[in-house]
Every structure is written in C-alpha cells, then in structure tokens.
C-alpha cells in the first residue's frame, strides 16, 4: 500500500509538471496585468488617424480600436472579471523607453518596425504599411527632392524621418536646414507657419495632418524615393507569450473580416473631430499582409 501510494504521488507530479497551466501566466507582461488588474495602453495625441484626440480630448483611432480587443481579450484569458484600462500619452521620443521600463504594455500608435527598434522592443504582425514623402508648400517653388537644397526641412523629433533626412541630404550635398519638431502637430506648424519649406514624414501621417489642417490646399505631396515601412504596435521585448496572445487578437480581426470594417471607418470614411474623409484606399501591400500576416519588415 505504501508503495502503491508513492506511485500515485509520483504519477500526479508527473501530470501537474507536464499539464498546461490556465490559470497562471508565465510571461512578465501578462503577470503584472493579472497581479495590477491594470493594462496599460499608450497612445498618440497626432498620429491620424491611428491615434490621435478627439473632439473631447479622448484618443480614439484605428490603433486604439485594436487594443481594446486586446485588453478584452487579455480580461477573458486571465479571468479578469474587471480589468481597469489605463492610458497614457506617448510621443516618438519616449513611447520606446516607456514599452521597455514597463510602464506601457501595449504601444497605440503608428510606429515603424525596423532592425534597431527590434533590438529594444517587440513588433506585433503589420498593422499598416506605409511610405515616407514629403509635404511641400506650394509656394516654395519645389518640384522635385533635388529642389530642396540649401532650404529648411522640418522632421518629428524620434521619428525614422531623422535619419532618413541626413542621409538624402549627406548624400546630396544639399546643405539642408532641419528643424526637429516634438511631435507631428508641431511638424505641421512649422509647415503652415513658414519656418520650413517641407516636412518628410510616412504618406498617411502627412495626409492626415494635411486633410486636417485649415491650409489643406497649399501643401503638395511629393515622392522621395524611400522603400515601403511596415507599422505594428509596440510590445516589452523577449515576451513570447503576450506578443503571441497579441498577435493573435490581430490575425483573428484580418481573418474576420474586422480588420477591413476598422480600414474603412478610419481611412476611408468621415472621422474626428472635423469629419475629414482620408480617402485613403487601402494598398496591395497591406492586403498582402492581411492575406499573410508577419511582423517582418521586408
């Protein structure tokens, strides 16, 4: 009999060892938000349109319908029956130290996967897949890149525009002037005040701010010649199981279909808090990745 006993015992280790667990998260992510009851969101104040503040200062946007089916999603699997979502403005300079120090689980916004960032953070699957241009006023007689020099450019201060920026001009030899701004809306600024001739920024971030703006019809979007850059929201690097949970709330919206309702209300249709329509019709790029979704950034 007490041999018979050690052998259950032994046995129903060995299940418990070898038995998923449901109820308890391994990853760090996820473990702070059960052991919080908290997830915290990061957003943009000017990212149009996917992220960005509403009429009544609330961010709203494409991103941010995104991750409130993942912080629904996170409140099922953790068996969470309240679950507080937390958000917090970001901009391109801190929203990377934010997403590694943990203040922020989920970035909102509309960043650029590249090499170096990977190196610091994990990128869900694609979201978005974007082109840098640049926004010329009509009265800065600029037709082509080439025009550019020896006049004053303005870029987002943390944006991948900086370093592309000095490197068309390095290569050039166009003595450029560039001014960083602290954040899109203020790049715009510059734009429309006069303090720069052009702003070089990703294609949908430029005809956002310039379908919002009230000198709409003086800018004019010009072809750089920069490669395509895939978006995707921002996560702590080195936590395979909250990217995958997150992943997974994204494929499951391209393959319901709910990834294509989202592009319509926030690309194609009116939006806050001017109703602009972007009308901007979604690329084959994009719907290659939402046929194929991948968080590679070739």
Not at 62 to 70: E, K, N
Not at 160 to 178: I, P, Q, S, W, Y
Not at 202 to 228: V, Y
Request: charged content about 25%.
């Amino acid at each position: 009999m007490k041999r018979l006993s050690l052998l259950v015992i032994a046995a129903a280790s060995s299940f418990l060892l070898s038995a998923p667990s449901f109820a308890q998260p391994t990853g760090d992510t996820l473990k702070k938000i059960k052991e919080t009851g908290t997830i915290t969101l990061g957003y943009r104040e000017s990212s149009v349109p996917f992220s960005f503040l509403d009429s009544q200062q609330k961010p709203v946007g494409l991103s941010m319908d995104i991750c409130q089916a993942i912080a629904e999603k996170v409140k099922q699997q953790l068996s969470l029956p309240k679950l507080e979502v937390k958000e917090v403005a970001v901009n391109s300079s801190n929203r990377i130290p934010l997403v590694v120090n943990g203040t922020v689980d989920v970035e909102c916004g509309g960043t650029a996967n590249n090499a170096a960032r990977q190196k610091q953070v994990n990128f869900t699957v694609a979201t978005f897949v974007s082109q840098p241009l640049w926004l010329v006023r009509n009265d800065a007689n600029v037709k082509k890149p080439a025009d550019l020099k020896g006049k004053t450019v303005v870029v987002t201060q943390g944006s991948n525009a900086v370093g592309f920026a000095r490197k068309f001009n390095d290569e050039g030899k166009l003595d450029m002037v560039t001014i960083q701004a602290k954040d899109h809306g203020e790049s715009m600024l510059t734009l429309d005040g006069g303090r720069a001739v052009a702003w070089l920024e990703d294609d949908i971030l430029l005809a956002g701010e310039k379908a919002n703006s009230r000198n709409g019809g003086s800018f004019t979007l010009m072809p750089g010649g920069f490669d395509n850059i895939y978006y995707g929201l921002m996560l702590k690097k080195d936590d395979a199981e909250f990217k995958a949970l997150v992943d997974g709330v994204i494929t499951g919206m391209m393959k319901s279909g709910e990834f294509d309702k989202l592009y319509k209300k926030w690309f194609e249709s009116p939006i806050p808090p001017k109703g602009m329509n972007l009308n901007f019709a979604m690329t084959d790029k994009l719907k290659e990745r939402i046929k194929s979704p991948s968080d590679k950034i070739e």
